[in-house]
């Protein structure tokens, strides 16, 4: 069953990362870039998540206390 509604801000917000990775099905990839095409918002979000994703990349490991790390990973970990 395919779904061709438009994507909403709320579930674009829930697809970024997916999107990021790659991971998207071609219809929801397809709906996601119509979204983003309309929305200024969730295009300002999406470039955001880019540049969150881009900084903290250059963090070293060694850079952050092994408590503050656990913290981070928790938070994120069930990210979607």
Same mark, same amino acid.
């Given at each position: 069953?395919?779904?061709?509604?438009?994507?909403n801000c709320n579930e674009l917000v829930e697809l970024v990362t997916?999107?990021?990775? @790659?991971?998207?099905?071609? *219809?929801?990839?397809?709906?996601?870039? *119509?979204?983003?095409?309309?929305? *200024? @918002?969730?295009?300002?979000?999406?470039?955001?998540?880019?540049?969150?994703?881009?900084t903290l990349g250059k963090v070293p490991e060694d850079a952050l *206390?092994?408590?503050?790390?656990?913290?981070?990973?928790?938070?994120?970990? @069930?990210?979607?």
């Amino acid at each position: 069953m395919t779904d061709s509604r438009p994507l909403n801000c709320n579930e674009l917000v829930e697809l970024v990362t997916d999107y990021l990775d @790659g991971t998207l099905d071609l *219809e929801t990839r397809a709906r996601f870039d *119509e979204h983003l095409m309309g929305c *200024e @918002g969730c295009d300002n979000y999406l470039q955001q998540f880019r540049t969150t994703v881009a900084t903290l990349g250059k963090v070293p490991e060694d850079a952050l *206390e092994p408590a503050f790390r656990d913290k981070l990973l928790d938070a994120f970990r @069930g990210w979607h």
